[in-house]
């Protein structure tokens, strides 16, 4: 069964950093595209940071470019996303999906789901 499970979100003061994880069962990174897309109250879902297949060609979002990094480690089956420099906008759930076939970043090419976690950045 194929499941995907966020974790490393919190409450973090602006300009601060934080780490989430994607832990990834049921399939082998290396066959999927992973990315990383969040959403805040009011707004669609956004693609922000996608790997097409673990460790391979990466893209991020205009907004979190040089601040956040996408990053795998295959022996673990996990994904990352160090996010620095956070920012109140960065507010939101943030998801982990999986793609069986997407060579971009938005959310309707993505099959599998985790349940997000959620990351707030307030002082």
């Known amino acids: 069964q194929l499941q995907l499970v966020e974790s490393g979100g919190g409450l973090v003061q602006p300009g601060g950093s934080l780490t989430l994880s994607c832990a990834a069962s049921g399939f082998i990174l290396d066959s999927v595209s992973i990315g990383w897309f969040r959403q805040a109250p009011g707004k669609e879902r956004e693609g922000v940071s996608c790997?097409?297949?673990?460790?391979?060609?990466?893209t991020y979002a205009d907004s979190v470019k040089g601040r956040f990094t996408i990053s795998s480690d295959k022996a673990k089956n996990t994904v990352y996303l160090q996010m620095n420099s956070l920012k109140r906008e960065d507010t939101a759930i943030y998801y982990c999906?999986?793609?069986?076939?997407?060579?971009?970043?938005?959310?309707?090419?993505?099959?599998?789901w985790g349940r997000g976690t959620q990351v707030t950045v307030s002082s």
């Open positions: 999906a999986a793609s069986t076939y997407s060579l971009s970043c938005t959310a309707n090419a993505y099959d599998y």
């Open positions: 790997i097409f297949t673990a460790g391979g060609t990466t």
